[in-house]
């Protein structure tokens, strides 16, 4: 409104002007006699001609200023009545041109990829990518968010393409959304799209990988838990009993909780332990747990159960090592031995032989299941205790470790880094020794770069036994899973 400011403020001089005039004559005119001619007061006249230059100037341009103002204020209104943008409903749609996982060595793959905002518009918002690649190309780009981003790329040898998409904002920032309390996400889409992944190949295990894990289950048989294991009742409900379990080990206990269903009979049911994700936090007592089956509940780290808060500050921080959250530390990694995967790995296999000393077992039917670390566990014990009948291992963490630096695969920043002695905990290896389980993983995501879907291929491709599958979900990195994507099912029963 600046146009209107100024012809405002030239008013006022004007009036300021024609205030120094004076009018000669009689204070006021006789009746019927005209009023005396009013002269201006010396030196207004140069004053008067110049003010009245300005006022013409300014209104030259007024025009346009005003058509600027209104411009701005009706864009203003407009901000003031759009509606609010509510991320936690925006959503990324991705696709490509044929199935993602069916590519051919040169064959061009087609991301396309649109913006869902409902009934609210898009304007100001954009899309942003990423292409990486196992053949080592990287770029980048950006589209308006109301317009449809196609990505054309290609890969000429067999192994995968990641494309990911993130919404951005006017500010140009990466908006966040609130899932929970203690978690935040971006609104994106984790595509990917591979050629030929069956052929994909480890890059070789150590000579000695089967001598190590007997070595190793020499050292666990060594340590006897019979008639030392504690129980304590912490719960029940009309459906089971929980126990909190503690059962020795090499080094630390395998600690868990226990469901048992209160109708259970001796040898009458099948029984299942469950492995847990990464992280450092106090393991939650179940308040319930399913009644056609013992379940067990293990966590990785063999700390006591129902403490209080200083208690686990303490643990948690003494399994740290060298500055490094538990399993990262390098100089630990240099000797399988030492590395701290190795109790890990020798409590899975505990908690396995507790359940099998369990008298409601059914002496046939033992099930392994995890997520992330938790289906890094449930390999190795699927792989190290032919017992192991079903196991339903999620987006497996540390497959095909070696893949980075000695085959050129892309990974995420949160890793471990690579060293040879981590070759006996690798689930590709593991794989190799699953011959009677049948072995179901639940998911993979195609944007999954904390645990990549090249891995995760190649664990399929070893896997022994004869009844085995992998779902792969497109748009889905390790957290994420969008409501429609294309889902592939690989499968052998």
Request: aromatic share 10%; hydrophobic share 40%.
């Amino acid at each position: 409104m600046r146009h209107y400011m100024r012809i405002g403020l030239w008013s006022v001089l004007l009036s300021g002007a024609l205030a120094g005039c004076t009018v000669t004559g009689p204070d006021k005119p006789a009746e019927n006699q005209p009023a005396a001619e009013a002269k201006p007061a010396a030196g207004a006249k140069p004053a008067l001609e110049s003010m009245t230059a300005d006022v013409k100037s300014a209104l030259k341009t007024s025009a346009a200023e005003v058509k600027s103002a209104v411009a701005a204020v009706e864009a203003d209104v407009k901000s003031a009545l759009k509606p609010p943008v509510d991320l936690l409903k925006v959503r990324i749609l991705g696709e490509t041109n044929k199935s993602a996982l069916s590519y051919q060595e040169g064959e061009e793959m087609i991301f396309t990829f649109k913006a869902d905002f409902g009934e609210v518009s898009p304007e100001g918002y954009s899309l942003v990518y990423t292409r990486r690649g196992d053949d080592g190309v990287d770029f980048s780009g950006k589209a308006k968010a109301s317009e449809p981003l196609v990505v054309k790329t290609s890969l000429g040898k067999p192994g995968f393409v990641s494309v990911t998409v993130h919404l951005m904002d006017e500010k140009g920032k990466i908006p966040t959304v609130k899932i929970d309390a203690r978690r935040r996400r971006q609104v994106a889409f984790y595509a990917g799209a591979a050629v030929k992944p069956e052929q994909l190949k480890d890059c070789g295990e150590p000579a000695d990988f089967d001598a190590f894990w007997k070595k190793q289950r020499a050292r666990l048989d060594a340590v006897p838990f019979a008639g030392k294991v504690t129980e304590k009742l912490v719960h029940r409900d009309s459906n089971v009993k929980v126990y909190a379990v503690s059962i020795p080990c090499v080094g630390r206990p395998a600690t868990g909780y226990l469901t048992v269903p209160v109708e259970a009979q001796a040898k009458s049911l099948p029984a299942e332990v469950v492995y847990f994700g990464y992280g450092s936090s106090r393991q939650p007592m179940p308040v319930s747990g399913p009644k056609d089956r013992i379940v067990l509940r293990v966590n990785a780290h063999g700390q006591e159960l129902g403490r209080d808060d200083a208690y686990y500050k303490e643990f948690f921080q003494s399994i740290r090592s060298n500055g490094y959250n538990y399993a990262f530390d390098p100089e630990q990694n240099k000797d399988p031995e030492t590395a701290f995967f190795n109790g890990m790995a020798l409590r899975a296999l505990r908690a396995l032989d507790y359940l099998k000393s369990r008298p409601e077992w059914d002496g046939q039917n033992l099930r392994a299941v995890g997520g992330s670390q938790g289906g890094l566990q449930t390999m190795w014990a699927a792989a190290l205790d032919q017992d192991v009948t079903m196991a339903a291992p999620a987006i497996t963490w540390c497959c095909d470790m070696a893949g980075s630096e000695k085959a050129g695969r892309i990974h995420g920043s949160w890793r471990i880094k690579y060293l040879p002695a981590l070759d006996y905990y690798d689930p590709v290896f593991m794989a190799k020794r699953i011959k009677k389980a049948q072995v179901d993983i639940t998911r993979a995501g195609l944007g999954d770069y904390t645990c990549p879907p090249s891995g995760l291929a190649i664990s399929y491709n070893n896997l022994a036994t004869p009844r085995k599958s992998i779902r792969w979900v497109q748009g889905s990195d390790h957290g994420f899973v969008p409501k429609e994507s294309e889902v592939v099912l690989w499968k052998t029963y």
